[in-house]
């Protein structure tokens, strides 16, 4: 293997060094370019594009890997929680049993809210959308929280790390609250922090809190599916945020704004609402199958389609079983996932999904569990924000870690030449 690309144009040939990950994906460093050429190079969408070097997740699309630190995604979902893998993709390795009790500690010891918190979150409309609470209000912790932190003390970082830890579930659990109209309470410093995060979100003040494995299980399942996914639509947001020094959770905040897009995290409440539309309109999928291949319908199957993995989604296979086992564990009979299976059928089928490979994502079944476990709709891409927390914070903290240089991409200007400002009245 060369190491070193060319690139010849008119005349000249410029040399770029190729250098080759741990998995052999291979880069062109193109640091040089315009230094040396006067040129830059445009990729829309950075389909093409590397913005880093990052250690934490691997994930080949063609072959439908996905890999924490190394560990595969299966293998974590099957045997981790979610704490483990928290304290994995933000501190490299899985903890040993003291680690973990100690962060476990040090999160319990965090997880109050400031009360002032609750006026904020008073003066939203009940029909304010979540992902645009959660937003605010992990923006608004910076107020409570106004120390801006040194990257380069451990300290400083473990404290920020272990106080959004801690206080985002309660954000989360409060913004759903808020919206079933729920009193704002607090959890339960017994518990692990995934059931606490079910206690807090769903226990009705006049009953006493109930622990059900089944939903436990999925909920850590869940979370962990969506913990990291490298630098996506979100994660490059928050790195991007925080690669002008804007603190934690202001760099989070802006991440939570990325991913409520539905071409992103967005996507998980389109896709129900997509479900629910197909079974009020009679349940014909191919009736919305024909919409989807329309070119002049702006349709799509949303849970379908992924920038990288064009072979499989792996958190898909995972999802598709565990939603299957929910349902059944709960009695649960739902016509949506009926609707959900007949056309993930079709779509497999159909040369237009085919070609393009086209397969569903990880959204396409999360919510139908979602929908399972009590969870209104307009809350899914908040359960997303909670689960993808620690890729962003690990995420985050490496960019700063790797003193990366803010972010700043260039253009190519194609709008109108120099020309003389004529006055209003000439115009
Ligand atoms: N339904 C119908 N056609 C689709 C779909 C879909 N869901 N997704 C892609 N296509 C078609 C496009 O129209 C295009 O067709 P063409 O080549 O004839 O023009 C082709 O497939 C390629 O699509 P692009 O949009 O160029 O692919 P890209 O990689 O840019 O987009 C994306 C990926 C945004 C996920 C897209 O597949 C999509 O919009 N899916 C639906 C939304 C969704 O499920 N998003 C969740 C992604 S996962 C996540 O964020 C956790």
Same mark, same amino acid.
């Given at each position: ?46 389909? $093409? ?132 109209? #729920? ?6 410093? +017994? ?40 630098? $996506?639509? +979100? ?39 997509? #479900? ?50 929910? #349902? ?8 949506? #996932? ?90």
């Amino acid at each position: 293997m060369s190491d070193k690309a060319l690139l010849q144009y008119q005349d000249k040939t410029f040399e770029f060094p190729v250098i080759q990950g741990s998995e052999n994906e291979l880069a062109i460093d193109i640091k040089t370019l315009r230094a040396q050429s006067g040129m830059i190079t445009i990729d829309p969408g950075f389909k $093409n594009t590397g913005s880093c070097e990052s250690a934490i997740t691997f994930l080949d699309g063609e072959k439908g890997i996905l890999r924490y630190r190394g560990y595969s995604i299966e293998d974590l979902a099957e045997k981790a929680t979610f704490l483990e893998v928290v304290y994995l993709l933000i501190f490299r390795e899985l903890p040993k049993a003291d680690a973990l009790a100690a962060f476990q500690k040090d999160i319990v010891a965090e997880s109050h809210v400031d009360e002032e918190m609750k006026k904020i979150l008073d003066g939203f409309p009940k029909s304010a959308h979540p992902m645009g609470v959660l937003a605010s209000l992990t923006s608004a912790l910076i107020s409570f929280n106004p120390n801006s932190v040194n990257a380069s003390s451990d300290k400083e970082m473990y404290a920020a790390i272990v106080r959004i830890v801690a206080k985002f579930p309660v954000l989360v659990a409060w913004t759903m609250r808020k919206k079933k109209g #729920l009193p704002l309470d607090y959890g339960d410093d +017994s518990l692990g922090y995934v059931e606490n995060i079910h206690k807090m979100m769903f226990k009705k003040p006049s009953q006493e809190y109930t622990k059900n494995k089944v939903i436990i299980d999925a909920l850590n399942k869940l979370l962990i599916l969506h913990a990291d996914h490298e630098q $996506n639509c +979100s994660t490059s947001t928050v790195r991007i945020v925080g690669s002008s020094h804007a603190g934690l959770f202001a760099s989070l905040s802006a991440g939570i704004s990325a991913l409520w897009g539905p071409l992103h995290g967005g996507a998980n409440q389109a896709v129900l609402e997509m #479900l629910e539309a197909i079974e009020a309109d009679g349940g014909d999928t191919k009736k919305y199958m024909a919409k989807a291949k329309d070119k002049n319908d702006p349709f799509r199957l949303m849970g379908f389609g992924h920038r990288v993995y064009k072979n499989f989604d792996p958190r898909a296979k995972i999802i598709k079983k565990a939603a299957d086992e929910v #349902l059944n564990d709960l009695g649960i009979d739902d016509p949506i #996932l009926a609707i959900a299976k007949g056309l993930e059928k079709e779509a497999l089928e159909d040369p237009y999904f085919v070609e393009r490979k086209l397969y569903p994502n990880v959204d396409f079944y999360s919510g139908i569990i979602y929908r399972a476990l009590g969870i209104p709709t307009e809350m899914f891409t908040v359960m997303f924000a909670l689960g993808r927390l620690p890729g962003w914070i690990a995420q985050w903290k490496e960019m700063r870690e790797n003193n990366e240089p803010i972010g700043r991409p260039r253009q190519v200007y194609i709008g109108e030449n120099f020309r003389d400002f004529v006055p209003v009245e000439n115009r």
